[in-house]
Nanobody
Framework: QVQLVESGGGLVQAGGSLRLSCAAS????????MGWFRQAPGKEREFVAT????????KYADSVKGRFTISRDNAKNTVYLQMNTLKSEDTAVYYC?????????????????WGQGTQVTVSS
């Protein structure tokens, strides 16, 4: 069982930056691929970024590529999402996810564990 707790959300002006953190419980964190999804009001859940267990492989949604960076620290059981040059369309609840596989996925149905979410609001 893995529990995920996100932090770092908040209100920021367009063009600003935020860093989300996701602390995971469990001794097998390093064997899990991790990711971030988001959901804006009235919209479907959307893939944002994912990272393999080793941290060597990552993948991003086209909408955030070049602005967001996902990383992980297996010694701290934590995954991060650095968000730069934020836009109003990035406003959403951001969810940290984990799957019991070494390889990443962009499919939300392939993630076994979800955090409670953290709100990110970008004002224009």
């Amino acid at each position: 069982q893995v529990q995920l707790v996100e932090s770092g959300g908040g209100l920021v002006q367009a063009g600003g930056s935020l860093r989300l953190s996701c602390a995971a419980s469990g001794r097998t964190f390093s064997s899990y691929a991790m990711g971030w999804f988001r959901q804006a009001p009235g919209k479907e859940r959307e893939f944002v970024a994912t990272i393999s267990w080793s941290g060597y492989t990552t993948k991003y949604a086209d909408s955030v590529k070049g602005r967001f960076t996902i990383s992980r620290d297996n010694a701290k059981n934590t995954v991060y999402l650095q968000m730069n040059t934020l836009k109003s369309e990035d406003t959403a609840v951001y969810y940290c996810v984990a799957r019991s596989s070494a390889s990443y996925s962009t499919n939300p149905d392939e993630y076994h564990y979800w955090g409670q979410g953290t709100q990110v609001t970008v004002s224009s």
